[in-house]
């Protein structure tokens, strides 16, 4: 990928965890990164274009971090994803999943589908890793591992959005309610 390139998705990803997709426009990036309207329709001759492109990156760091995580016990793993989290709690983003589903029926049909891939993939291993961390008696839930995972995600979605609002502290109360409840008997 160009310089250029990587600069606009970088700003795009930041915008749409700040704004919300539908609450940019190409102007948004162009200013900023000092470039013309064109540079960026260049790379991306759509919006949907660019939100394809990062979706697929946020998904590609995911399963980076996921792999990383492989080795680790369970309740390790949840750990790093809470922090995922707690940094992007710190940066006053929210996630990329929590940004894009408020615009999922505006979205061209490409991103939904990206969209849908990101949020399964998501509560696939999350899904995995709970059951595993049962298995182990590592971790500790009543119900189906994608029920729970369902409530995480949920739960952290929400962490963030009330963190805007609220101030970190309900992000910090919100995530150490959800490791103590799952890895505390």
């Not at 029920?147 to 949920?154: E, G, K, P, Q």
């Not at 963190?163 to 502290?169: A, D, F, T």
Request: proline share 3%.
């Amino acid at each position: 990928m160009s310089e250029t390139k990587d600069k606009i998705v970088a700003l795009a990803d930041r915008l749409v965890r700040t704004k919300g997709f539908n609450a940019f426009s190409y102007k948004d990036i162009s200013g900023p990164l000092e470039i013309k309207n064109a540079a960026v329709h260049y790379h991306f001759p759509a919006k949907a274009d660019l939100g394809v492109e990062i979706v697929d990156q946020d998904v590609a760091k995911f399963i980076a971090q996921t792999n990383r995580w492989k080795s680790l016990p369970e309740e390790e793993q949840l750990v790093k994803l809470i922090d995922v989290f707690r940094r992007h709690s710190k940066e006053g983003n929210i996630c990329l999943m929590g940004s894009l589903a408020p615009d999922f029926e505006t979205l061209e049909p490409a991103m939904q589908a990206k969209v849908q891939e990101m949020a399964n993939g998501i509560l696939a291993w999350l899904s995995h890793c709970l059951e595993e961390g049962r298995k182990k008696k590592r971790i500790h839930f009543k119900g189906a591992a994608k029920t729970r995972a369902l409530i995480i995600i949920s739960n952290l979605q929400a962490s963030l959005l009330l963190s805007r609002v609220m101030g970190p502290s309900a992000f910090r109360h919100i995530a150490e309610q959800l490791l103590d409840d799952l890895c505390h008997k």
